[in-house]
């Protein structure tokens, strides 16, 4: 019941949202305010899907599979988070996956490289193919893993205001996806993390 209610409210809330971003962007000039708005619409009716879908807890998630391309992707992260810096090292790669859900499952990742103090310009997204594989790796330098036994537990964080749903809900999506995700201390010997998403190739037609 209270998820339902949850959901209601939320979709309520982002429904004016998309449509003052409709609003402003026909009384703006094609350029950068554009994207910024193009992305608001977007992110407002995938977060309206994914609430949708994410209500039925006692359910697998729903997958939608479309064309991602991999460069849009990231580059979205980027306007999502400005401050961030956050750099990539992206494949031109055009694959078949949900891209509500991948995108809201590294939403999380790089919001919790912010909130583990990595600081801007030093979070790095790499997307790339290796055979039979889509591999996206998130690095930064925070303060690094400080628990790796109870990462993907429900409800279970270190943050003084963490709800601990973030990271088990990237492992769901994962799962979802048909892969797999971790997340470690990085093995360069930086201070940060790394994390890891590996998901099955599927080539998009």
């Given amino acids: 019941m209270l998820i ?4 209601h409210e939320i979709r309520n809330s982002l429904t004016p949202v998309q449509s003052l971003a409709e609003y402003l962007q026909q ?19 995938h977060l309206q899907d994914f609430v949708s879908r994410y209500a039925k807890l006692n359910q697998p998630l ?6 991602v391309d991999a460069k849009a992707l990231a580059q979205g992260l980027q306007l999502l988070y400005p401050k961030s810096e956050l750099k990539l090292e992206v494949a031109a790669l055009t694959f078949l996956s949900d891209p509500a859900l991948l995108q809201q499952l590294l939403i999380n990742l790089l919001k919790n490289a912010i909130e ?12 790339r193919r290796q055979q039979d594989w889509l591999w996206l790796t998130l690095k930064d330098e925070g303060h690094g893993v400080l628990n790796p036994a109870d990462l993907f537990v429900p409800f279970y964080s270190t943050k003084a205001q963490g709800q601990g749903i973030g990271l088990a809900l ?3 999506i ?5 892969g797999e995700i971790s997340l470690q201390n990085r093995s360069d010997g930086i201070s940060g993390s790394e994390a890891h998403l590996k998901l099955p190739w599927r080539r998009a037609t």
Avoid at 27 to 44: D, F, N, V, W
Avoid at 62 to 67: D, K, L, P, S, Y
Avoid at 174 to 178: E, K, M, V
């Fill in 62 to 67: 729903t997958v939608n599979w479309q064309a």
């Fill in 27 to 45: 009384k703006l000039p094609a350029g950068r305010e554009q994207e910024a708005l193009t992305l608001i619409r977007e992110r407002s009716q």
């Fill in 170 to 172: 990237c492992r769901q």
């Fill in 4 to 7: 339902r209610v949850l959901s």
């Fill in 174 to 178: 994962a799962q979802s996806l048909g």
């Fill in 116 to 127: 583990a103090g990595s600081p801007p310009g030093t979070m790095v997204m790499h997307i």
